[in-house]
């Protein structure tokens, strides 16, 4: 029986593949839904890591990711991985961008979350 984490990988690695197979367009529980490929540097391990999730176009090339981590109290290895290492690439569709992350605050962190949680739950 494989871990939460091996299966977590696994579903990763399948909406991986049907991104770059479909334009950046993948069904199953991303159908529809604004998605992108993060690709960070491991914290740790210094090794690329990449990592699906929805996202937000705040317009002028900037984007917003999420992380909420399904609601635990907890941040993702990914997000670990932005803080220690903010220069990112994003696969949007079929091009990738070169990015630099931080963290909203105040009222631009406000207005992402509720486009967030309307989105989650469309």
Do not use: C
Not at 10 to 20: C, H, K, L, P, S
Not at 25 to 47: D, E, I, N, S
């Amino acid at each position: 029986m494989s871990s939460p984490m091996g299966r977590q990988n696994d579903f990763n690695r399948t909406v991986i593949q049907e991104f770059r197979a479909n334009a950046g367009k993948v069904g199953g529980h991303f159908a529809g839904a604004p998605l992108l490929l993060l690709h960070t540097t491991g914290a740790r391990t210094g090794q690329e890591r990449v990592t699906p999730m929805m996202y937000q176009d705040l317009g002028g090339g900037a984007v917003a990711v999420f992380a909420s981590k399904g609601g635990a109290p907890t941040h993702p290895d990914w997000y670990r991985n932005l803080v220690a290492h903010p220069d990112i690439t994003a696969e949007i569709g079929t091009g990738s961008r070169r990015l630099r992350a931080r963290v909203a605050e105040g009222d631009e962190r406000d207005g992402i979350w509720v486009w967030m949680t309307r989105a989650a739950a469309a």
